[in-house]
């Protein structure tokens, strides 16, 4: 099972920005389907995006337009560019396939955004 690690989180004011990475143990190639995955304090965990192999896109309503999912299958990396951040994009990060494998969870990467 491909392990993942998540960084690049940190504190950012309101209207910033941030690029989060995950770097997986093994190669994603095989994997269809990656995503990003985000748990605030007090609420369940929830999907932000996911990619597919072949690049398409999906993103809950909360994040359209602001955040964009990217994936390079040589690096085993997927990305996560997060723009205008607002005091509701606060939470912990973690990437894991899409239905996600309960063995590859990770630490995840905080992000706070506050002034």
């Known amino acids: 099972q491909v392990q993942l690690v998540e960084s690049g989180g940190g504190l950012v004011q309101p209207g910033g920005s941030l690029r989060l990475s995950c770097a997986a143990s093994g190669s994603i190639f095989s994997i269809n389907v990656m995503g990003w995955y985000r748990q605030a304090p007090g609420k369940q965990r929830e999907l932000v995006a996911f990619?597919?192999?072949?690049?398409?896109?999906h993103y809950v309503d909360s994040v359209k337009g602001r955040f964009t999912i990217s994936r390079d299958n040589a690096e085993n990396t997927v990305y996560l560019q997060m723009n205008s951040l607002k005091p509701e994009d606060t939470a912990v990060y973690y990437c894991n396939t899409m239905p996600p494998a309960a063995e590859s969870w990770g630490q995840g990467t905080q992000v706070t955004v506050s002034s």
């Open positions: 990619i597919t192999r072949g690049g398409i896109t």
